[in-house]
C-alpha cells in the first residue's frame, strides 16, 4: 500500500497542509496570489488575483504549469516577450528560492496592465517542497 | 482491532466527582492489534495507568504523539515500562524544522521540570518522526498527516485488515474552510487519514457557544467534529478532548449536539475505560 491508497478509495485527494493554510490566508488578503502545487499547476488564486488577472477560478477547471506560464502574454520592460523561465514564479519553483520582477500582461479579459511580482518556495515542515506562491501589485493600468 | 479510552480530557487534568463518567486524564488511547500488536496514542495523563496495565511479557511498545503540548506528554516520566531493561520503546512524533524529537521532549523531560532525564530511561528508546506513508507496526499499519493545531500536529490512520480507525485528538479543521461544502474534500485538513474510517476519534471541545470566543486555539465544536465526520465518511465517532471545564453533564450535552446533527454517524463520548472493538 503506497501513500495515496486510501485517498483513491474514497476519491478525496487532498492537499499538503500547509497549502490549504497557504489557500485559507490568501483567500482573506487583498493583495493578488497565484498558488500553485508542487508540479507548478495552478492551485488556487484569491478574488484580488482574479481580478488583475482577468479569470475566475471557478471557470478554469484546472490551469497546467504549461498552461499559465503562457497564458498571460507575457512581456518586460523593453515590451519583449519573455522567456517562461525567466518568469519570477517559475524561477521561485525551479530555483527553489524568491524572485521578484516586473512585468506586462494581458489578463484573460484582454486587459494590458503592469505588475510586479514577488515569488517565493513553499517548503513543509518536512522539508519537502509542496508548492509556490506569487504575489503581485499593479504598478500602473495601460489604459 | 481493539481500542481502549485511558485518557480522554483535553488541555488539563481533570479529577473529581464531576468528571467521573467521562475521566479526567488527559489523552492517552491504547490500539491493540487482532496479532497482539500494541501501539499507544499520546501519553496523557491516561497512560500512566495504561503501563501499569501491560504485560510483562511485552517486548516492544509504540508511543505515536501527535503533538507535544504539555497534556500529550506529561504522562511519558510516570509510564512504567519507559524503566524496564530490554523493552523496546519506539516514540514517534511530528517533525520539526529545526529539532529532533528527543531533543524536543527532553525540553520537559529534565531538570528544573522533571527530575529524571530521558537519556536515563532504563528501556530501549528509539525516536522517529511520524511517518508519512503507511508503515507497519507489528500486525497494524500506522500513517501520519500534518493537520490543523497551534504548531506541529499530525493525525494517524491506523489499520488492521479491513478495520480502519483514525485519531485527531486536537484539530481545527473549521480555519481550513467550511465544512459543509460540497465540492470534496481537496482543501479540507485531515481528510485523507480519516477518509472512511470505521471509527474517527475526533476533537469534540467545544459548544459552538464556546467554540465562537476561542477561534484559533486548535479545537472544534460539536457541530464542526460532526461536519467533519460527515465530510469524510465516518462510520462512527468519539466524541474526545473533553473541556477540563466541562462535568459530565455538560460533555453529555456537547455529545448529543454531535449526535443530532449527524443521525446517520454513530456518535458517542470517549469514557475512560471504555474499549471498543472494530
Known amino acids: 500500500m503506497t501513500g495515496t491508497d486510501f485517498r483513491l478509495e474514497a476519491d478525496m485527494a487532498?492537499?499538503?497542509?500547509?497549502?490549504?493554510?497557504?489557500?485559507?490566508?490568501?483567500?482573506?488578503?487583498?493583495?493578488?496570489?497565484?498558488?500553485?502545487?508542487?508540479?507548478?499547476?495552478?492551485?488556487?488564486?484569491?478574488?484580488?488575483?482574479?481580478?488583475?488577472?482577468?479569470?475566475?477560478?471557478?471557470?478554469?477547471?484546472?490551469?497546467?504549469?504549461?498552461?499559465?506560464?503562457?497564458?498571460?502574454?507575457?512581456?518586460n520592460e523593453g515590451g519583449h516577450g519573455t522567456d517562461v523561465d525567466s518568469l519570477p514564479l517559475v524561477r521561485a519553483i525551479r530555483d527553489r528560492r524568491p524572485a521578484h520582477g516586473p512585468l506586462t500582461i494581458t489578463g484573460g479579459d484582454g486587459v494590458e496592465r503592469r505588475i510586479e511580482i514577488t515569488a517565493f518556495p513553499l517548503e513543509g515542515g518536512r522539508g519537502r517542497f509542496i508548492g509556490a506562491v506569487a504575489m503581485f501589485w499593479e504598478t500602473a493600468a495601460d489604459a | 482491532?481493539?481500542?481502549?479510552?485511558?485518557?480522554?480530557?483535553?488541555?488539563?487534568?481533570?479529577?473529581?466527582?464531576?468528571?467521573?463518567?467521562?475521566g479526567g486524564n488527559t489523552a492517552c488511547v491504547q490500539v491493540t492489534g487482532s496479532d497482539g500488536t500494541c501501539i499507544v496514542l499520546d501519553a496523557g495523563t491516561g497512560i500512566r495507568r495504561l503501563g501499569a496495565a501491560l504485560s510483562r511479557d511485552l517486548t516492544r511498545v509504540d508511543i505515536l504523539l501527535t503533538h507535544l503540548h504539555m497534556?500529550?506528554?506529561?504522562?511519558?516520566?510516570?509510564f512504567d515500562p519507559l524503566f524496564r531493561p530490554g523493552l523496546e520503546v519506539h516514540i514517534w512524533g511530528p517533525p520539526s524544522a529545526t529539532?529532533?524529537?528527543?531533543?524536543?521532549?527532553?525540553?520537559?523531560?529534565?531538570?528544573?521540570?522533571?527530575?529524571?532525564?530521558?537519556?536515563?530511561?532504563?528501556?530501549?528508546?528509539?525516536?522517529?518522526?511520524?511517518?508519512?506513508?503507511?508503515?507497519?507496526?507489528?500486525?497494524?499499519?500506522?500513517?501520519?498527516?500534518?493537520i490543523?493545531?497551534?504548531?506541529?500536529?499530525?493525525?494517524?490512520?491506523?489499520?488492521?485488515?479491513?478495520?480502519?480507525?483514525?485519531?485527531?485528538?486536537?484539530?481545527?479543521?473549521?480555519?481550513?474552510?467550511?465544512?459543509?461544502?460540497?465540492?470534496?474534500?481537496?482543501?479540507?485538513?485531515?481528510?485523507?487519514?480519516?477518509?472512511?474510517?470505521?471509527?474517527?476519534?475526533?476533537?469534540?471541545?467545544?459548544s459552538p457557544d464556546e467554540r465562537a470566543e476561542r477561534i484559533g486555539w486548535g479545537h472544534s465544536s460539536s457541530l464542526e467534529a460532526a461536519a467533519f465526520a460527515r465530510l469524510v465518511g465516518a462510520r462512527r465517532l468519539a466524541a474526545f478532548h473533553h473541556d477540563p471545564g466541562h462535568d459530565d453533564a455538560a460533555v453529555d450535552r456537547i455529545v448529543a449536539e454531535t449526535a443530532a446533527a449527524v443521525p446517520e454517524i454513530g456518535v458517542f463520548g470517549a469514557r475512560e475505560g471504555e474499549t471498543v472493538h472494530l
Not at chain 2, 488541555?11 to 473529581?16: K, M, T
Not at chain 2, 497534556?71 to 510516570?78: A, R, S, T, Y
Not at chain 2, 459543509?180 to 474534500?185: I, K, L, N, P, Y
Open chain 2, 99 to 146: 529539532q529532533d524529537l528527543r531533543t524536543r521532549l527532553s525540553r520537559y523531560l529534565s531538570p528544573p521540570l522533571f527530575p529524571i532525564r530521558l537519556r536515563d530511561a532504563d528501556s530501549d528508546v528509539h525516536f522517529h518522526n511520524a511517518p508519512d506513508v503507511p508503515v507497519s507496526i507489528g500486525g497494524l499499519e500506522v500513517c501520519g498527516a500534518e
Open chain 2, 1 to 22: 482491532m481493539k481500542v481502549t479510552f485511558w485518557g480522554t480530557r483535553g488541555s488539563l487534568a481533570s479529577a473529581g466527582p464531576e468528571t467521573v463518567r467521562y
Open chain 1, 14 to 75: 487532498q492537499e499538503p497542509i500547509e497549502l490549504i493554510l497557504f489557500r485559507q490566508l490568501s483567500s482573506s488578503l487583498a493583495i493578488p496570489v497565484f498558488l500553485v502545487d508542487a508540479n507548478g499547476d495552478l492551485a488556487y488564486l484569491n478574488e484580488a488575483a482574479e481580478q488583475l488577472l482577468g479569470v475566475r477560478l471557478d471557470e478554469i477547471d484546472e490551469m497546467p504549469f504549461a498552461e499559465w506560464t503562457t497564458a498571460f502574454t507575457a512581456r
Open chain 2, 71 to 78: 497534556d500529550h506528554i506529561q504522562g511519558l516520566g510516570f
Open chain 2, 148 to 206: 490543523v493545531h497551534p504548531g506541529p500536529t499530525v493525525g494517524y490512520r491506523v489499520r488492521d485488515g479491513a478495520a480502519t480507525f483514525a485519531y485527531l485528538s486536537d484539530h481545527e479543521p473549521a480555519l481550513t474552510g467550511d465544512l459543509d461544502r460540497r465540492d470534496g474534500t481537496r482543501w479540507t485538513s485531515g481528510a485523507d487519514i480519516a477518509a472512511g474510517v470505521d471509527l474517527l476519534v475526533h476533537d469534540v471541545q467545544y
